[in-house]
């Protein structure tokens, strides 16, 4: 993207924009879910409180059943029970077979890198009708073949939702910039929930293809196959939460930013994709 595009991004109002040169069902369906409504759908919020609540939506709306976990390891997103009773034949993945190790008994597992050689593997996984990650994409190195890999897993028909952190949002520029131990500090004194160890430790993160813009995004899962493509961008964390005043300031820039569809400094994206 040049420099003048990047900057008709960033100060032209959504409503002066191009629109998208296409509408598709994914991003119908999109504007039909309700799901948890307490957030604007704007914030970062809504995306966290409807994450497992729009995969079954996903599912019951394309009818799709089988459903693989990408990088679920320890702590899949569904209980067995829950997959059970939702009619989804659930597969956890993951890259570390110790973390899959620590996932509950009674799952279908698959230990393969999504962004790696997946002829290779002895087995071929797959295929699945919907695959979903959830803060994962951000520790991939090679995003690109990653997505041409869902492509590749996915049966015809099939859906993939990724949910993930987003450059530029400052926090996520500065775990980009500083060197991985320092990182690991400052998350470790801001949530003490994710030290080495626990049940949401911290991995390093590269932010290869995490962006908030359609138009970035697009040319390369169109090229890894996908048709049907929707871009969920969302605004605002909760990095200052315990700074009152600077948490306050940080708010209302993402309101304004979210308000202007400044998609460059997103928080979040969803990103689904049809085959």
């Known amino acids: 993207m040049s420099s003048i595009e990047t900057f008709r991004e960033i100060a032209l109002p959504g409503s002066l924009r191009r629109a998208p040169a296409k509408v598709g069902e994914i991003a119908r369906f999109f504007e039909t879910f309700r799901g948890d409504e307490t957030h604007p759908r704007w914030h970062s919020d809504w995306a966290w409180d409807n994450y497992d609540k729009i995969i079954p939506a996903l599912s019951r709306h394309f009818g799709l059943k089988r459903l693989c976990e990408i990088g679920g390891g320890r702590d899949p997103l569904f209980q067995r029970q829950e997959a059970n009773a939702l009619g989804l034949h659930y597969t956890i993945n993951d890259i570390d077979p110790v973390e899959l190790a620590h996932a509950p008994e009674g799952y279908d597992k698959a230990c393969f890198d999504i962004a790696g050689d997946l002829w290779a593997l002895p087995g071929q996984p797959g295929p699945y009708d919907l695959m979903v990650s959830r803060m994962v994409f951000e520790h991939v190195a090679d995003v690109e073949r990653a997505w041409n890999n869902v492509q590749a897993l996915l049966a ?17 520029v500065i775990n980009h910039l500083i060197p991985e131990s320092l990182s690991h500090k400052i998350v470790h004194a801001l949530f003490p929930n994710r030290r080495d160890g626990g049940g949401d430790p911290k991995f390093p993160a590269v932010y290869d293809w995490c962006y908030g813009r359609e ?12 048709s049907d493509i929707h871009v969920q961008p969302f605004w605002g964390q909760h990095y200052l939460a315990k700074f009152p005043v600077l948490r306050d300031v940080d708010a209302a820039l993402d309101r304004l930013m979210a308000r202007l569809d400044w998609r460059l400094f997103t928080s979040y994206t969803y990103v689904i994709v049809r085959k």
């Open 156 to 172: 015809p028909g099939g859906v993939a939702l990724c949910f993930f952190p987003t450059l530029y949002a400052w926090p996520f």
């Open 215 to 226: 138009s970035v995004l697009r040319p390369m899962l169109e090229k890894a196959g996908f």
